[in-house]
């Protein structure tokens, strides 16, 4: 009998919590057969997003539970919360296409009056000028960007990371 069929992807740069649970292999520097770690293969997983923690970002009221990450492409998938009353404070416009489905509040762009309630899909255009942004009440987010999030680093973020 020949050796038992995996189920891998093939080598892959992910990150996020679900990369980081579905890593096959050593988590440290180096992965099983000597792979670097940002080039390890990935099985299937599944992670309950309750179990995850809020980790903050440098604009106040702003949230994230990072779902998985392409850090080749840029393309992510997050959990992002608004505090009531925090927001993106000026136009901008993304790298990628953005797209959100609201989960939880109230979320307004406040320029053009547009707010996702529960059950609202969104869909922002890359490059579409958008914003700025305001949480009526706590909000939870389902985002996903097919690429990098900003062409460059919006000054309302002090750390590059939280631009990714």
Request: with cysteine; hydrophobic share 35%.
């Amino acid at each position: 009998m020949g050796a038992e069929p995996q189920n891998v992807s093939e080598p892959s740069a992910y990150s996020g919590e679900a990369a980081e649970r579905a890593r096959v292999g050593a988590p440290a520097a180096v992965a099983a057969g000597g792979e670097p770690a940002a080039l390890a293969r990935f099985h299937e997983i599944l992670v309950q997003t309750g179990d995850l923690k809020w980790l903050d970002k440098t604009l106040a009221g702003l949230s994230q539970k990072m779902l998985w990450r392409d850090d080749d492409s840029g393309a992510s998938i997050a959990l992002v919360r608004f505090l009531a009353g925090a927001g993106v404070p000026s136009v901008h416009a993304h790298a990628s296409n953005q797209f959100m489905f609201c989960l939880q509040g109230r979320y307004t762009y406040t320029a053009t009056g547009l707010t996702l309630t529960p059950g609202s899909f969104y869909w922002n255009p890359k490059g579409c000028l958008h914003g700025p942004t305001r949480a009526e009440e706590d909000s939870i987010l389902l985002e996903v960007y097919d690429g990098p999030h900003y062409p460059t680093q919006p000054d309302w973020y002090d750390s590059p990371e939280d631009a990714r």
